[in-house]
């Protein structure tokens, strides 16, 4: 199957190969560019090593090619980006806060859970997991 990841305001393609690619930033950090595994709910993440990620730490996403930011309309703590597979496209929201493994691929009322730490906002965004 398949699958393409774009950006929600520009329609851009933001996957190379097998990497997502979004640009990060935290606090007053001048930014990087952070490549994501695509596989839904794969959490491994690479990016420049003169940069630390630390657990907890809150990152601000934006898109590489409008640099809009992706912060998500259903929580201030997850970013979204569109997922195509095949005739059907998704939002896909993750948080932005490092180390936090939570995934939800949302298409109307039909929403597919990932990662440990997705009940937390299931409850607070009153959405029924459906996986």
Request: aromatic content about 10%; some cysteine; proline content about 5%.
């Amino acid at each position: 199957m398949r699958t393409d990841y774009q950006c929600p305001h520009c329609n851009g393609h933001l996957q190379i190969d097998n990497h997502l690619i979004l640009s990060v930033k935290h606090d007053n950090d001048p930014g990087m560019i952070l490549m994501m595994n695509p596989g839904v709910g794969n959490y491994q993440t690479q990016y420049h090593p003169s940069h630390t990620i630390i657990d907890g730490q809150k990152f601000k996403f934006y898109c590489p090619i409008c640099s809009n930011e992706l912060t998500s309309d259903l929580n201030e703590n997850l970013v979204m980006v569109l997922i195509r597979e095949e005739d059907k496209t998704y939002e896909l929201h993750f948080s932005r806060i490092a180390g936090q493994k939570s995934t939800y691929k949302i298409m109307g009322k039909e929403v597919q859970t990932f990662g440990i730490d997705a009940p937390h906002y299931l409850d607070f965004l009153h959405l029924m997991d459906m996986s």
